[in-house]
């Protein structure tokens, strides 16, 4: 999702609501705002060159560690505040993970106070958990950025976006639906993507889509507060393949193992740009190949997720502390985190 401030020639896109369950039926007001959005950043976007240029004297060492309150704050973070965070400011943080040297700058200079401190706490943690774990996936084959910037701008408009090495999130986002940290997910998903090409995706949605499974599979804290706030549609709410997201963590878990993620291999495809839409069937049945669904055309194996249980079973948490139903009957997240594709595993197994 293109939102952030960038320089001309990048693609802008928006969160459009994807995975709303029927009843949150706000699709079209978010793809409103992102007219009126994009517009206001093609306006910005001729001063950004002279932004980047200022002098580094708002950038502070963001080396503040996560209080007590945080990490006791279970439910909801309106009430919660680090006493850390100022307004104009930008902080920074560097945490190596797994051999990797990450950073994260978390820009307030448009920060409109409508998201708590605590909310900032959180979106940090959230980065150095969540991201490391889809580069590893993902990212490391795209040479995605390990330097990022959060920018927490105060807009009447949106949701989110992100491109180049920069996710945008509108404060008043945050202060509207206190507990949606995996946006951010969502967005950073975007910069390991690096530039799909519609031309080149089966579906124009498929960038939207990858971006919303990722979301569910590494969600900040197990999920914790994503799953009790955004709910992963079931064959009712996305009933074909084109929109359907939890098919492809279905897909996920029915072929994951420890010598093939054809996760991996898809989003491999996709970034390679040499695939164009009208060449996806062969290029589906190439990927089964090796896995039980070899021989298959794509539309077969979508008729086997469609009779299945896992289609069907509720994806929403009653509570920050009760694992949805799904995830009772699956335990789906970590099937696949345990069987998918690592990066660093298969470095150590070059020395």
């Not at 920060?111 to 590893?136: C, I, K, S």
């Not at 495809?269 to 695939?275: E, F, Q, S, V």
């Amino acid at each position: 999702m293109k939102l952030r401030v960038l320089p001309v020639g990048l693609a802008l896109s928006l969160i459009v609501g994807m995975a709303m369950t029927p009843e949150q039926k706000v699709a079209k007001t978010v793809v409103d705002d992102e007219v009126k959005l994009t517009e206001a950043v093609q306006q910005e976007a001729v001063q950004q060159e002279a932004v980047e240029l200022e002098a580094d004297a708002d950038l502070v060492e963001d080396t503040v560690g996560v209080s007590e309150s945080y990490e006791e704050d279970e439910e909801d973070t309106s009430n919660q505040t680090a006493a850390h965070y100022e307004k104009g400011k930008r902080y920074i943080s560097h945490r190596t993970i797994d051999g990797r040297e990450y950073s994260l700058l978390i820009d307030l200079r448009k920060w409109g106070n409508h998201a708590t401190e605590n909310q900032l706490l959180h979106l940090r943690e959230l980065f150095y958990e969540v991201y490391p774990q889809m580069y590893d996936r993902f990212g490391a084959y795209t040479n995605a950025p390990l330097d990022v910037v959060l920018v927490i701008e105060d807009r009447d408009e949106g949701v989110a976006g992100a491109g180049g090495d920069t996710v945008t999130i509108v404060d008043k986002h945050l202060e509207n639906s206190r507990n949606d940290f995996d946006v951010l997910s969502h967005e950073l998903v975007h910069l390991i993507q690096n530039g799909w090409n519609g031309k080149y995706l089966e579906y124009d949605y498929d960038s939207e889509k990858f971006a919303e499974y990722c979301r569910y599979i590494y969600a900040y804290k197990d999920g914790k507060y994503n799953d009790e706030h955004w709910e992963l549609p079931d064959i009712n709410a996305q009933n074909t393949r084109e929109k359907s997201i939890r098919f492809f963590v279905w897909l996920d878990m029915e072929t994951s193992s420890s010598n093939r993620d054809i996760i991996r291999d898809y989003f491999e495809i996709c970034c390679d740009k040499k695939t164009e839409t009208a060449n996806w069937n062969k290029a589906w049945k190439n990927l089964f190949k090796g896995t039980k669904f070899e021989g298959k055309t794509i539309d077969e194996v979508w008729n086997t997720y469609t009779k299945t249980d896992f289609a069907r079973y509720a994806a929403k948490a009653p509570d920050f502390n009760t694992k949805s139903e799904l995830l009772q009957k699956t335990d789906v997240r970590n099937y696949i985190k345990k069987h998918s594709f690592s990066q660093n595993y298969e470095d150590s197994l070059k020395k």
